[in-house]
């Protein structure tokens, strides 16, 4: 059974500064993954997709790698502002026709 | 263009009482999912529909869960009978085919008193 796993689970930094998140599934065979930001009583938006084939995708200050052999993604975040604070999940796609698994999120505080 | 959106935005019911909850995907997205999210817990999935089928509701928690799809769009989520354990966030998300991107909606806030 897949498993997905957000190590940490809370993270306060001050702004400007870089940051990993880290997320890990337990089995290699997915479709692809996605990273999402959730702020407190709001919906899911979708960050970034990285296909099964790819290793990583970037969009502004935002850049997710996935290595699918090690069960391994990361979401970088460049220069961290105020704005990031939320809390940021990592979910897979075991394959086509399935339903995202997702990790329990790492919640993200940026002081200023 | 428009994204998902689900109505209504809060929902507050009697222990006993039915409820219906609707979700409009992104037009043209002939994936539709929905989630659910509880207090202290993470995303659980509870039905998948590609078109107006439903390949997977292994997620549905009981036989009072129940949704269904028509046209190829609009999804009502019912749940009968409702609980105190049925509150939650329910959520629903749309791809354009099954495996792709999912777009979410910003939710259904269940509260059952």
């Known amino acids: 059974k897949q498993e997905v796993t957000q190590i940490p689970a809370a993270l306060s930094v001050p702004e400007g500064e870089n940051l990993v998140l880290n997320c890990s599934f337990t089995d290699s065979a997915i479709y692809n993954l996605q990273w999402f930001r959730q702020d407190p009583g709001k919906g899911l938006t979708s960050l970034l997709l990285?296909?099964?084939?790819?290793r990583e995708q970037t969009s502004g200050r935002l850049n997710a790698s996935l290595d699918k052999s090690s069960g391994r993604s990361t979401l970088y975040i460049a220069a961290s502002q105020p704005g990031d604070s939320a809390t940021y999940l990592c979910a897979v796609i075991p394959q086509a026709g399935t339903a995202l698994i997702f990790g329990k999120g790492t919640t993200l505080s940026v002081s200023s | 263009g428009a994204g998902v959106s689900q109505s209504p935005s809060n929902k507050v019911t009697e222990k006993g009482k039915d409820v219906e909850l609707r979700c409009d995907p992104i037009?043209?997205?002939?994936?539709l999912y929905w989630y659910r999210q509880s207090l202290g817990q993470g995303l659980e999935f509870l039905i998948y529909?590609?078109?107006?089928?439903?390949?997977?509701k292994s997620g549905l928690p009981s036989d009072r869960f129940s949704a269904e799809r028509t046209g190829g769009s609009v999804s009502t989520l019912t749940i009968q009978r409702t609980q105190q354990e049925d509150s939650a966030v329910y959520l629903c998300?749309?791809?354009?085919?099954?495996?792709?991107?999912?777009?979410f909606g910003p939710g259904t806030r269940l509260t059952v008193t």
């Open positions: 037009s043209g997205h002939t994936a």
């Open positions: 990285i296909q099964s084939s790819q």
């Open positions: 529909f590609q078109g107006n089928s439903a390949p997977d």
């Open positions: 998300a749309s791809s354009l085919a099954g495996g792709g991107e999912q777009y």
